[in-house]
């Protein structure tokens, strides 16, 4: 074992160019953090790129640098998708052959609304792609005064329910929700992840969604990283939606998050006052929630700014057996049409301060190289359903 402690943060979105089947999902010219920094005049990234950052595409603002307490790469998706759950599923080993359905420009079959109407004994209102926040403002008051369930879906593979914590009630809500995760098992209205969306307020200047969010996942198809960490007794302290993204399987601790920059705050303590062997993987959700879907390229540069002083107070507490990857999970372009996610690439820094000759390394071909490199650093085995070799170097330097 060379290192105790792995770190694992997921910049939600931040991909980093096409892939190149990019064109097959609509997404040819991609490049999440390029266009982002073209967008706002160049980003102001100094950690990251003291990392190797500005060797893995032409990010105005970064610039070519010596990093030996770093290695910088780009790795590809092998997976068949550009979803969060494909993504961070793939980063432990998982490869999935057939990506999730989403029901973005549709809407959910009416076949599935009435059955879900006759099985909860509540109107559904909505049926269509929105913001969580925007759908509130539209259709809240209706569903307050009618005791209905608003559905909603998003550029993921989610069903989402929302309903007041008052009029229908939390345990109402994950009942149906319940429901719902039933009804979605079958083929043709699949989805990865069902979730409860309870609000409170008075009128549609008022709503607000409450901390009692609650998602129904569907588990990873075959045995993960996290599930052989846990088996051997290692941590595998998760931060975010991890959690929800895992269904719980091979997880050991979990922190839910309200913003990116309570997610570092949770990992900077993770890091400074918990002494523990094996893994803390952290989703930052904002990048992809609040700015990709939402086309804001300046709110997305801002957070990667943001983001990275944040790495820096993260690195002044890590200790010299301790190991930071920073990663992404898809693409979200914020200068692309539509508001889906994006089928790119995504940068992997991955930092030290044991190293000496760290360096610019070749793109790899799959995201579950990095667990592949987490079991080889705790000497363990992958499973026969998984992928991904590790990145050797880092076990040389």
């Known amino acids: ?35 982002t920094s073209e967008k706002c005049g160049g980003l102001n990234v100094p950690v990251m790129n003291s990392m190797g950052l500005g060797e893995l595409a032409p990010v105005l603002g970064t610039s070519k640098v010596s990093h030996p307490n770093s290695y910088c790469m780009r790795l590809r998706e092998a997976s068949a998708g550009k979803d969060t759950m494909t993504g961070h599923w793939e980063m432990m080993g998982i490869y999935t052959t057939k990506p999730f359905q989403t029901f973005t420009d549709t809407g959910f079959p009416q076949s599935l609304i009435e059955e879900l109407e006759k099985r909860t004994g509540h109107k559904i209102i909505g049926n269509k792609a929105a913001s969580g926040t925007e759908i509130l403002k539209e259709l809240g008051e209706e569903q ?35 429901i719902a995760r039933e009804l979605c098992m079958k083929p043709e209205y699949f989805v990865g992840r069902i979730i409860a969306r309870p609000f409170i307020g008075d009128s549609a200047e008022t709503f607000k969604r409450t901390p009692n969010r609650h998602d129904i996942a569907v588990s990873p198809t075959g045995t993960t990283v996290m599930n052989i960490l846990q088996d051997n007794h290692f941590m595998v302290s998760c931060v975010g939606k991890i959690g929800d993204i895992f ?49 804001n390229a300046l709110g997305y540069g801002k957070a990667l700014e943001e983001f990275d002083v944040r790495i820096g107070e993260l ?68 499973s026969d359903n998984e992928i991904g070799e590790p990145i050797y170097e880092l076990f040389e330097d």
């Open 1 to 35: 074992m060379k290192f105790k402690r792995i770190f694992v943060i997921v910049a939600d979105s931040a991909g980093i160019g096409e892939m190149p089947d990019a064109a097959k999902f609509g997404d040819a010219g991609t490049n999440t953090f390029v266009h």
């Open 315 to 382: 690195i002044k507490v890590l200790h010299d057996d301790d190991l930071l990857m920073i990663t992404a999970d898809h693409g979200n372009d914020p200068t692309h049409t539509g508001t889906d996610h994006t089928r790119e690439k995504v940068p992997l820094l991955v930092y030290s301060k044991s190293f000496k000759n760290g360096r610019y390394l070749d793109e790899r071909s799959t995201f579950a190289d990095i667990g592949g490199t987490i079991l080889k650093n705790f000497g363990l085995k992958k």
């Open 144 to 178: 307050k005064r009618d005791n209905s369930l608003i559905v909603y879906t998003s550029a993921d593979s989610v069903l989402q329910i929302a309903a007041h914590e008052e009029t229908t009630g939390v345990k109402e809500l994950y009942r149906c929700c319940d």
């Open 247 to 295: 269904n719980q399987v091979g997880v050991v601790k979990t922190q839910k998050t309200v913003s990116n920059m309570d997610g570092m705050d949770k990992t900077i303590d993770e890091a400074k006052n918990h002494d523990f062997e094996g893994l803390c993987y952290v989703n930052l959700v904002e990048f992809d929630s609040e700015y990709g879907h939402r086309r």
